[in-house]
């Protein structure tokens, strides 16, 4: 909180230009490569965290940073085809690039697949804008696979909505600071406002 009672003090610290409905997330399906213009409707821009090392010391706990964590991160996204190339169904993509890792009837995976280099583990990133559309904070997410390609939920009383699900990514670490896009990535987001 800002240090002074004045209003203007407190607007000017605010700014007013973030907002948590401008981002940009993009990447790639596996081995899909580019795939512009996914629509991606919710995402979160990933937490850091360091475990904790609690050393025993006379009745009181000195404590020590540990080893660094990645819980896997999830996205929503619309059942839709994305804004350009030739990929029709982006949920077909994601589940094909699924079941490079496990066959579903099989229930084996080949081992060049699970290679850093066999181009089936991307990079993402995630893009907070500004109410202009500028770069404010870009993550990015290394070594990307999917974990899981969640449910789209189907009911008669769903009326005056699209059908949507989410995506679940498991990623070796992030960079911070990054450039926006990924390695040879398109677009995969809504359009910067």
Excluded at 82 to 100: C, H, K, S, Y
Excluded at 104 to 125: E, Q, V
Excluded at 147 to 159: K, M, P, Q
Aim: charged letters at 20%; aromatic letters at 10%; a negative charge.
């Amino acid at each position: 909180m800002a240090n002074s009672n004045n209003i203007n003090d407190f607007k000017a610290a605010i700014d007013g230009r973030m907002r948590p409905n401008r981002y940009l997330v993009e990447g790639n399906i596996g081995q899909f490569g580019q795939v512009a213009g996914i629509m991606v409707k919710a995402a979160q821009y990933p937490a850091t965290s360091l475990g904790i090392i609690q050393l025993p010391y006379r009745g009181r706990i000195a404590k020590i940073p540990g080893d660094r964590v990645y819980p896997e991160w999830t996205f929503s996204i619309y059942d839709s085809k994305p804004l350009a190339g030739p990929l029709v169904d982006t949920r077909r993509a994601f589940e094909q690039w699924n079941e490079i890792f496990n066959d579903h009837t099989l229930n084996t995976a080949d081992p060049a697949a699970l290679t850093t280099d066999s181009g089936n583990f991307t990079d993402w990133t995630v893009t907070l804008l500004d109410t202009e559309g500028t770069n404010v904070r870009t993550i990015r997410l290394k070594n990307c696979w999917p974990v899981e390609i969640g449910a789209i939920d189907l009911t008669y009383d769903a009326a005056d909505t699209l059908t949507e699900y989410t995506v679940t990514l498991a990623f070796d670490y992030i960079e911070t600071g990054a450039s926006p896009g990924s390695a040879g990535s398109g677009a995969a987001g809504p359009p910067a406002p």
